[in-house]
């Protein structure tokens, strides 16, 4: 295995420690001493914790874990197993650790959002790095091949409302539905985060007959690509360019000036990017991405140079 097979390796596992802390966290700190049920095997253990404290969160979440993952062999292969049982039990353990810590609010609004944010970071790194802690998400995936026609999403979606449901049943409290909700809100901003990163992009379609001096102008100005179609106006039946081109949300602005300097008739449509890669953006390979970032400097650096040049002379 070359060197850097086995430092992508270590890097995977220790991310997937960090996940398992900032995941444990959640439930031992914030969600479990305040009796908060929100979803997941994680709250199924919090759940049965409430039941009999005797049973400590972090060892039922094994527990209820490695059947799951069991059935998981045949589908998903060794390898995808075994990281996930050592995933499973470095969580329970971790848990359980820090169940010896107080809690950090009494206030369950704030113990949802804090729980949530936790639990996102987990679940992202978790994601990122292609671990997985088995729970619903695992057995929702078994659930949508024994039952053809039933997708994963809605199988982990029954399978959480029902632990919710039954979590504000146990514990006579229907705001624990609430804080289950703000829980997943947050966890699922946060893992989005973690997944793709604070810098969101833009991709912009422009319809234009000026497509030639808007790509001109846009190619000068920024070090961004632009691709040009060729399409046609089905109610007017007249050919018209469509350039295609991805920008950082805070270039948005000088494009759609550029474009309305050029073609003030132009057609823009701007969608969001969940993730763009390629060059001037974060590279398809990873370990390539600061190797891109350097060619764009010096590309900038280089045109500059010229530009300064021709001032010069």
Known sequence: MKKTAIWEE????????IGCIAYGASTSLFLAPNSIVAGGVSGLAVLINILNENLPVGMVI?????????????????????????TVATLGLITDLL?????????????????????????????????????????????????????IPL???ILDGIIVVLGAI???NPDNMLYALIVVFGSTKVSEVV??????????????????????RLLHDSPRGVTMLEGQGMFTHKN??????????????????????IDKHAFIIINESVEVRGKGFQ???????????????????????????????
């Open 10 to 17: 270590l890097k995977g596992y220790f991310f997937m420690l």
């Open 99 to 151: 169940a010896a810590f107080p809690k950090m609010t009494d206030d369950g609004v704030l113990a949802s959002l804090y729980g949530g944010v936790c639990q996102g970071i987990g679940i992202g790194l978790f994601v990122r790095y292609e671990f997985s802690s088995g729970g619903t998400e695992l057995l929702g995936r078994l659930i949508s091949r024994w039952i053809k026609g039933l997708k």
């Open 283 to 313: 590279a398809l390979d990873e370990e390539q991405t600061s190797n891109v970032k350097k060619c764009v400097k010096e590309a900038v650096e280089e045109k500059e140079e010229r530009a300064q040049a021709k001032e010069v002379s």
């Open 155 to 157: 199988c982990v979606g």
């Open 240 to 261: 018209h360019d469509v350039l295609l081109t991805c920008v950082k949300n805070r270039q948005l602005t000088q494009l759609k000036q550029i474009v309305k300097q």
């Open 195 to 216: 997944l793709v990163g604070l810098e969101k992009s833009k991709l912009c379609i422009i319809i234009t007959d000026k497509g030639q001096a808007v790509a001109d």
């Open 62 to 86: 094994i527990a209820i874990n490695i059947p799951i993952v069991i059935l998981g062999i045949k589908f998903q292969g060794w390898k995808f197993i075994l990281r996930c049982l050592l």
């Open 170 to 172: 146990v514990t006579k």
